[in-house]
C-alpha cells in the first residue's frame, strides 16, 4: 500500500530564500506525483504534475523533481514572497488506486 | 470555464440527517472523485467514479453513498450523519483515471452535531 511522507511539518523562512519542500513515497512504482497548493479554507490548486517518465517540471519559479529510485520528490521554490505563504501538499498516484496524499507541510514565508 | 464546483459551501446537520453533497464539471473529464480532508488525517479518497456509469470505494467509504448522475455530475450522499463525518469534503475530476492531472473544487464544510 502508497504511503506518503511529508517533512517537515511546517516551516518558516524569510522572503528571498530558495527552500525545497521534500515528499516520499514507499511504493516506486508510480504513475505520477503531482504537488498542490491549499490556501487556508480554500480548495487545493495543482501546480505541477510530474510523469513517471519524467525527472523534472518546471513552471515560474517553481521547480519538482522526482527520483523513483530512492523514493523522493522535491519541490524547489525559488526567491521566496510572503504570497507563497500555504500548504503544499504531493500525492502519488500507483497501481489501480487513486491519488495518496501526504499531510503536507505548511509554509510561511516572513516579510 | 468554472472547473469544478461543489454546493453547499458550509452545512450543519443533526445527528441522523441526511444530506446530498453536489459536485459538477465542465472540463469534459471522465474521472470524479470524492475526499475528505480532516486536521491530521490529511486528504482520504472516499469514493471515485473512473467513468460514467462506474463507481469504486476508496480509503473510507462508510456511511456514505455516491451516484454518477452523468458526465458532468457526481453526488455524495449521507444517509444518517454521524458526528465523525464532521468535515471538509472536496470533489475532484481528471480527464483520466491514471496518469493524468486532478483538478479540485472549492469544498463543503460539513459540522454534524
Known amino acids: 500500500k502508497q504511503e506518503v511522507t511529508q517533512i517537515p511539518a511546517a516551516l518558516s523562512v524569510p522572503e528571498g530564500e530558495n527552500l525545497v519542500l521534500n515528499c516520499s513515497f514507499t511504493?516506486?512504482?508510480?504513475?505520477?506525483l503531482q504537488w498542490f497548493r491549499q490556501d487556508p479554507g480554500k480548495g487545493l490548486t495543482s501546480l505541477l504534475l510530474?510523469?513517471?517518465?519524467?525527472r523534472e517540471q518546471t513552471s515560474g519559479r517553481l521547480n519538482a523533481s522526482l527520483d523513483k529510485s530512492s523514493g523522493r520528490s522535491t519541490l524547489y521554490i525559488a526567491a521566496s514572497q510572503p504570497g507563497d505563504s500555504a500548504t503544499y501538499l504531493c500525492?502519488?498516484?500507483?497501481?489501480?488506486?487513486?491519488?495518496?496524499f501526504g499531510k503536507g507541510t505548511r509554509l510561511s514565508v516572513i516579510a | 470555464n468554472a472547473g469544478v464546483t461543489q454546493t453547499p459551501k458550509f452545512q450543519v446537520l443533526k445527528t441522523g440527517q441526511s444530506m446530498t453533497l453536489q459536485c459538477a464539471q465542465d472540463?469534459?473529464?471522465?474521472?470524479m472523485y470524492w475526499y475528505r480532508q480532516d486536521p491530521g488525517m490529511g486528504l482520504r479518497l472516499i469514493y471515485y467514479?473512473?467513468?460514467?456509469?462506474?463507481?469504486d470505494k476508496g480509503e473510507v467509504p462508510n456511511g456514505y453513498n455516491v451516484s454518477r448522475l452523468n458526465k458532468r455530475e457526481f453526488s455524495l450522499r449521507l444517509e444518517s450523519a454521524a458526528p465523525s463525518q464532521t468535515s471538509v469534503y472536496f470533489c475532484?475530476?481528471?480527464?483520466?483515471?491514471?496518469?493524468?492531472?486532478?483538478?479540485f473544487g472549492p469544498g463543503t464544510r460539513l459540522t454534524v452535531l
Open positions: 475532484a475530476s481528471s480527464e483520466a483515471p491514471s496518469s493524468n492531472e486532478q483538478f
Open positions: 511504493d516506486s512504482a508510480i504513475y505520477n
Open positions: 510530474i510523469q513517471s517518465s519524467q
Open positions: 500525492a502519488a498516484h500507483s497501481g489501480n488506486t487513486p491519488l495518496v
Open positions: 472540463m469534459n473529464h471522465n474521472s
Open positions: 467514479s473512473a467513468s460514467e456509469g462506474t463507481t
